[in-house]
DNA sequence: ATCGGCGTCGTAAACGTTTACGGAAACTAT
DNA sequence: ATAGTTTCCGTAAACGTTTACGACGCCGAT
């Protein structure tokens, strides 16, 4: 089935009244509708994607920006599908497609960006691994794109966003080694300027502080945010004559390997040294038991899109609200720390 | 910067003069060219993607289809984003864009594609997670859309494929077995209707039988591919009165919960039971050391990315011949099988 | 001086769709 | 019977590009 064209010509009616058959236009007899549509259905006929968006100005396809290369940006493996799943169960009601924007790490992550929304792909985009100044944030809001993000940055242009609640896991996490009697607690810091990053470092000193405690540059602990990464820093941490008791991390990713190359080391989890992080399905096997945050990804997912949908014009009606979130995480509490 | 049309106003050259310029045809002259260049540089116009696609009646956009949802289907998305990563630095040097085509858990695979290439949404497909019979492969042909997978499956509409070997995995794992003196051999096969289980599992009993030995049903157990998915079928084999001494799989992501609850069983990897399987980022820390298969992601995406050009019109002359392949994987040694 | 060729550029027609507009028929109310 | 209203449908323009075609000026060759 070439186009509407053919199809017009096939049920000998006007090709404008088909598409309004298709679109759900009202002014157009009930049985004539039924035709067209069970003659498109059986000819597979579907509007060119081209075409519809040419004329109408918009897509119907949001945009999710990311990465690829072998080390995800800050988050683990499953956490995007996840995420994605609950995304497209909102966008799905509004007949919006979703797709992953793939960066290649051999670009600029802003150049992809510019170009690709330049062109019109998208509609609306929500990014991921916010750093700490985000400079797509400017651009897209040059461009007027709508957008949103997952993760906040110091560069601010009054789009929505959800960042999930590292300062509380901060909170937590520090009053909990404190409590515990640790004196001398780390802070694992995810390699580049993701904004959470500095986020959970900023936070983590903040409490200490309150209870007279310092967080020394010896103690802020850069790896690689991958399971490497971690095995790199346990190595760095038994080769410290002043060690750490305790230490937070914000990474799902870089837990296994920690435990391995303290373990190596001779420095046992929930024993010699307490560990809090972040739970995800990779960690949940660990022993000892991880003592760590967890989220519903699901939901997370769906606010996002309703988020999203808050700033598109056309479906600000239905959502509205939901401007900025902090994410809340709950401890699961295992014996690691 | 609206369109083409007031780039070529400002200049004060036709609109058809700028186009060309701007997509490097032969016949404008050098000083104009770099005029328009550089105009378009300032102002940060990019031809509208839908009046271009139209046109041209192709995207530039290839198209990469994997499902979203918490569990995922067959690898671990490391996984795919290392191989993105490797298509991208092939597919970039002919302008093409690669974007993950979403599908929605709740929505039918099948229809999804459907869906999404007549509406020409892309030019190219690459599919993955392979089942047994895949009725993608057939609408992709019955739409003339060029396409390659990552993985076999039985319907077979001549299309390239590149598949990990696992045939040879069987193979290798199955010698390994038998000739450190196991005759209780079991395998782990993956939910759903994936290719690779099967190809694996006959493989495993093929071997097994050229040794007198039999692969009884009650060896083969099925399992979410899932972390979770490990655990349980550990469960299930120490609750069996027959119990394998050795198992292989096939999957990454099983098998740090197959682990956990082996030992929570009192069986210990590696002693009471070998295990042979996938290495991965988050396989590289287990302890004993995991002996497994690996291979290289990064040129397995630039493989493929060769074998989808090969296949679509205006690209063959760069590559050819490169049609079907067995991917190899290479045997790590560990300590626990 | 004429002609052909070359380099450069402008014009206009497509690509497939949606939708504003207007018109024809049928129906309702007077 | 007429006017007004509603229901349905056809016509054509527009969306932003690319590209076939032709035109113009300039050069060198005859």
């Known amino acids: 089935m070439k186009g509407i064209r053919q199809l017009a010509e096939h049920l000998d009616i006007s090709i404008g009244t088909v598409s309004r058959a298709l679109n759900g236009k009202t002014d157009v007899n009930p049985q004539t509708r039924q035709r067209v549509l069970e003659a498109a259905e059986r000819l597979g006929y579907v509007a060119n994607q081209s075409g519809r968006s040419l004329r109408k100005g ?18 683990g493996d499953t956490f995007f599908m996840s995420v994605f799943d609950g995304v497209q169960t909102v966008l799905a009601r509004h007949s919006l497609d979703l797709v992953a924007l793939l960066c290649s790490s051999s670009e600029d992550p802003d150049a ?29 809001d040059r461009h007027k794109i709508p957008f949103i993000s997952l993760g906040r940055s110091l560069t601010d242009v009054g789009q929505p966003w959800i960042d999930l609640d590292f300062e509380g896991m901060a909170e937590i996490a520090m009053e909990r080694f404190v409590r515990a009697g640790h004196r001398e607690i780390g802070v694992i810091w995810p390699n580049g300027d993701l904004n959470l990053g500095h986020l959970f470092v900023e936070r983590c000193r903040d409490v200490l502080a309150r209870h007279g405690l310092a967080l020394p540059d010896e103690h802020i602990f850069r790896a690689k945010p991958s ?58 096997f660990l022993s000892p038991a991880l003592t760590g945050f967890s989220l519903s990804l699901h939901e997370l997912g769906i606010c996002l899109a309703e988020s999203l949908l808050s700033v598109m014009p056309g479906y600000q009606g239905h959502y509205t609200g939901v401007s900025r979130r902090i994410w809340p995480m709950t401890l699961v509490e295992g014996a690691s720390g």
């Open 58 to 75: 918009s897509t119907g396809v949001i945009g999710f920006m990311m990465q690829t290369g072998p080390e995800i940006t800050g988050q």
């Open 112 to 140: 992809y960006l510019q170009r690709t929304v330049a062109r019109g792909f998208a509609d609306a985009v929500i990014l991921s691994a916010t750093r700490r100044n985000d400079a797509r944030f400017e651009l897209l």
């Open 227 to 284: 399971e490497t990464g971690g095995y790199e820093v346990a190595q760095e941490i038994a080769g410290r004559p002043r060690r750490p008791t305790a230490v937070a991390l914000v990474n799902e990713t870089l837990v296994t390997g920690l435990y391995k190359g303290l373990e190596e080391a001779g420095i046992r989890p929930g024993k010699d040294i307490a560990i809090v992080g972040r739970h995800s399905p990779h960690t949940q």
